[in-house]
């Protein structure tokens, strides 16, 4: 079965430091891959999305970037963080019918 | 901007009751629409999936899919308090790749 894995659970962080968020993804392959932020009280947003190794699409422009380095592995970074970057972000991944999403990360910045 | 939206609700419901989750989206291309529920502070949990214009039944959950007026709409029968949640409706985006919107969701409140 498929399992998504995300790290760290918990972050805080101070405004102007870096970030970086993993998620993994077990038993599948060649998955599409999603970054979403989930700010509090809000709805989903999607940031980014990935069909394949190297190749990322970028939803909403931010100072936020991603990668995929392994056809697994989808990586949320950013070199200075803002206020505003707080939120509950959510790996997700799909093999074409529903998404299924990683248990997050909820990043405070202060 | 390919949108879908939802009553952010409360929705309260007594116990037992059916409740009514309702969501519209723009894009008239899109093929597969989903139902989460979310639960305060844990990440979404799919419910249930349609393709197809009809119902679509799954335990006490059915969710019924309208193409010709762009309207999704799932259906709790037998609430329970434990149902309780905000429940996401997603829409894929039929562009140059699999893309999921989501709804802001709907609050349910299920009244013992």
């Known amino acids: 079965s498929q399992t998504i894995h995300q790290w760290p659970a918990t972050l805080v962080q101070p405004v102007g430091s870096p970030l970086s968020l993993e998620c993994t993804v077990e038993?599948?392959?060649?998955?599409?891959l999603y970054w979403y932020r989930q700010a509090a009280g809000r709805g989903l947003q999607l940031l980014f999305y990935s069909v394949g190794i190297g190749q990322i699409s970028s939803e909403v422009p931010q100072n936020l970037s991603a990668s995929r380095p392994q056809d697994r592995q989808f990586i949320l970074s950013s070199k200075k963080l803002l206020l505003s970057d707080s939120g509950f972000y959510l790996c997700?991944?799909?093999?074409?019918?529903?998404?299924?999403f990683g248990p997050g990360t909820r990043l405070t910045v202060l | 901007q390919k949108e879908v939206e939802q009553n952010s609700g409360p929705l309260s419901v007594p116990e037992g009751a059916i409740a009514s989750l309702n969501c519209t989206y723009s894009d008239r291309g899109s093929q597969s629409f989903f139902w989460y529920r979310q639960y305060s502070g844990k990440s979404p949990e799919l419910i249930m999936f349609?393709?197809?214009?009809g119902d679509k039944e799954d335990g006490r959950f059915t969710a019924q899919l309208n193409k010709a007026s762009q309207y999704v709409s799932l259906l709790i029968r037998d609430s329970q308090p434990s149902d309780s949640a905000t429940y996401l409706c997603?829409?894929?985006?039929?562009?140059?790749?699999?893309?999921?919107?989501f709804g802001s969701g709907t609050r349910l409140l299920v009244r013992p």
């Open positions: 349609i393709y197809s214009n």
């Open positions: 038993g599948t392959s060649n998955p599409n």
């Open positions: 997700a991944w799909t093999s074409g019918t529903a998404a299924l």
């Open positions: 997603a829409v894929n985006v039929m562009d140059s790749s699999y893309k999921l919107i």
